[in-house]
């Protein structure tokens, strides 16, 4: 069963528009961990939040997360067409070994 | 290119039969992960290995085994296929077994069963 569960669904931005995703998550978590999946591909790796952090940047990412609302963000500033992707977050769980994806947000980015 | 590899990219096969996906986890790497994503069940864990030995289970059918052997490449064997078996297969890998660490994803493998 899925643990993440993002919102939106589906996203769709001009260019150079900032995007914005959210993460709820319903069990005590280790960390949080956000992928990127074109369409089709495999996923590849964006960010790593623990769970004693409440906000994380790499490049043009800042994630957010607020382990009382169980909750994360994930913002994507300035975006690209290249952005153009389905967007994941993973939970690893305190009291499970497997990591637990949502169902995903598709993030259209129009040029 | 992350440097996970699986093999065949492309499967179809019929109902009832058997198949195995292989997955080259990361140079130095410990850890792989086997993953189904279809339409409607999203990305849903199945198994870990570790260094040769079952680590931890997710959602993973009776029907469905994995292997890890000596050299860390894994193998997924799936049988007695069904139409609801048609997905897409990743596999991941990990340096090792902590929960801190990044999974690194394979290309999957994409499974039509007819």
């Known amino acids: 069963s899925q643990q993440g569960e993002e919102d939106p669904q589906a996203l769709s931005i001009q260019e150079g528009e900032n995007a914005t995703m959210n993460c709820s998550y319903k069990?005590?978590?280790?960390?949080l961990q956000w992928y990127r999946q074109n369409s089709g591909r495999g996923l590849v790796h964006l960010i790593l939040?623990?769970?004693?952090?409440r906000e994380k940047h790499s490049g043009r990412l800042r994630v957010t997360l607020d382990t009382s609302k169980k909750s994360s963000s994930l913002l994507i500033t300035a975006s690209r067409a290249a952005d153009t992707a389905s967007y994941f977050c993973?939970?690893?769980?305190?009291?499970?070994?497997?990591?637990?994806f949502g169902a995903g947000t598709r993030l259209t980015v129009k040029p | 290119d992350s440097g996970v590899t699986q093999t065949p990219k492309h499967l179809i096969t019929a109902t009832g039969q058997r198949v195995t996906l292989r997955c080259s986890p990361r140079?130095?790497?410990?850890?792989v992960y086997w993953y189904q994503q279809s339409l409607d069940q999203g990305l849903q864990f199945l198994i870990q290995?570790?260094?040769?030995?079952?680590?931890a289970k997710g959602n993973i059918l009776e029907r469905f085994s994995a292997q890890q052997f000596p050299d860390l490449h894994s193998e997924l064997n799936l049988s007695s296929l069904e139409l609801g078996d048609s997905a897409l297969y990743f596999c991941?890998?990990?340096?090792?077994?902590?929960?801190?660490?990044?999974?690194?994803f394979g290309p999957g493998t994409r499974l039509l069963v007819l």
């Open positions: 939040i623990r769970s004693n952090e």
């Open positions: 140079s130095g790497d410990l850890s």
């Open positions: 993973a939970t690893d769980g305190k009291s499970n070994n497997d990591m637990r």
């Open positions: 290995y570790y260094n040769g030995e079952e680590r």
């Open positions: 991941a890998s990990s340096a090792t077994d902590r929960d801190e660490e990044t999974q690194y």
């Open positions: 069990t005590s978590i280790n960390n």
